[in-house]
């Protein structure tokens, strides 16, 4: 848990970024618990949510994170503007990127069945409106046309290149 942490306890952080990547800090603070949202009633209400500020140093790298759940070993969280995971123990960061690797697999498996479902309601548009599926047809056309104008292109070159004379 984050409140039992101590200086120089080893924690784990996983940047979510585009091009994911993990670190291994160490703990640089001793962190007291805090109520989350102070309240007027004080100890009168035992429970509220306790909170940590954590330091921790990656090589010459400092980040903080203020308002940890001090109750857990593992949260997801922001540092220097970018989604950070911080975790106590090695066995939760594994947990935290199996799940994240869990859905970016979901994410491709899920590719086929929504490039059917996107030409099934491309389909459907043009049944229910006319003007969609003309901008489709002339779409269509447009393509086609370049096509062959690519094609002429090649063609045209291939017969210069033959036509021309050769200098040797």
């Known amino acids: 848990m984050f409140q039992s942490a101590r200086p120089n306890s080893q924690v784990y ?3 979510k970024t585009d091009d994911p990547y993990i670190e291994v ?3 640089s603070n001793s962190p007291i ?3 989350k949202f102070p309240s007027p009633l004080g100890a009168l209400n035992p429970q509220q949510e306790m909170v940590v500020d954590l330091s921790v140093k990656v090589d010459n790298a400092s980040y903080n994170f203020p308002a940890l759940p001090a109750n857990l070993d593992i949260a997801d969280t922001y540092s220097n503007g970018e989604n950070v995971v911080i975790a106590m123990s090695r066995d939760a960061m594994n947990a935290e990127i199996l799940s994240a690797k869990q859905k970016a697999d979901d994410i491709v ?4 069945k929504n490039k ?3 030409a099934k309601y ?3 548009l043009q049944k229910i409106n006319p003007e969609y599926a003309e901008k489709q047809e002339q779409q269509l056309k447009i393509e086609a046309l370049s096509n062959r104008v690519d094609k002429l292109t090649d063609a045209v070159s291939k017969l210069v290149g033959t ?6």
């Not at 036509?163 to 040797?168: G, M, Q, R």
């Open 109 to 112: 498996k899920s590719y086929d």
């Open 116 to 118: 059917a479902l996107s």
């Open 13 to 15: 952080l996983f940047h």
């Open 163 to 168: 036509l021309s004379p050769k200098t040797d």
């Open 122 to 124: 491309n389909t459907l």
């Open 25 to 27: 800090g160490y703990i």
């Open 33 to 35: 618990a805090r109520p």
